[in-house]
């Protein structure tokens, strides 16, 4: 997924937000100080930064200042205690990108985070057509095809696959399949992600207790094997 640093002196939050990032297969690294968090910043090259405000050695407005200073282009998602109008005013006109208030949500944060890194990412052309097996799928026309007969698929379908096949090998969550294909940004249940994915299987897989290109990942989403 993506490479993030957190910086933060809580120690229970950070170790919080490092499991939970970890759990969606992001590669984290921590720092506890304003001073060493640009450190790894200018080091490491991360795709995204975690930056709380109120931080020793080095405040995380000066650290926001110094990377934008320094040309880092990467997205900083400010997250402190500090609610006030003003300071959220001077952290994003200091180059921060989103600012989350203690105490947050964090599958709030894992959502934002996930948008930051789509956003960073460069826009990926779905191809017009795959092949699997006997079954050929036009997102083009939005037809498919089982052995040169038509094949029912709704729009979802075609919407969630095409979704997976742009960006084959890498993991799709479910809150973000149903952001994408359903427009939804509140997220009660996953379910309804589950369901098609298994109508998917029951159509492209020859062996859907066992698939081979809609793969399952656990606890997190799916992803496309070509």
């Known amino acids: 997924m993506g490479r993030i640093l957190v910086v933060e002196d809580e120690p229970a939050i950070l170790r919080g937000l490092t499991d939970n990032l970890r759990r969606e297969q992001h590669e984290v690294f921590t720092a506890e100080d304003g001073e060493e968090g640009y450190r790894l910043v200018s080091e490491k090259r991360p795709d995204l930064v975690i930056l709380d405000l109120m931080l020793p050695k080095l405040s995380g407005y000066e650290v926001c200042r110094k990377m934008r200073a320094d040309g880092m282009t990467m997205p900083i998602l400010i997250l402190t205690a500090r609610s006030d109008e003003t300071d959220r005013v001077l952290g994003l006109d200091l180059g921060a990108d989103d600012y989350i208030v203690k105490p947050f949500s964090v599958r709030e944060l894992l959502a934002r985070v996930r948008a930051h890194l789509r956003r960073a990412q460069p826009v990926k052309s779905p191809p017009d057509q795959i092949t699997v097996g006997e079954v050929t799928v036009d997102f083009r026309s939005y037809e498919a095809r089982r052995a040169g007969q038509p094949l029912e ?37 996953t379910r309804t ?10 159509k492209l897989e020859p062996d859907p207790a066992r698939p081979r290109h809609l793969l399952t990942v656990r606890g997190v989403g799916y992803k496309w094997a070509p």
Do not use: C, K
């Open 193 to 202: 992600v589950d369901n098609h994915i298994a109508a998917l299987r029951a």
């Open 153 to 189: 698929m709704t729009r979802r379908e075609f919407q969630a696959l095409r979704l997976l096949v742009s960006r084959p090998g890498e993991v799709v969550t479910r809150e973000e399949m149903l952001e994408q294909v359903w427009g939804l940004h509140v997220y009660p249940t």
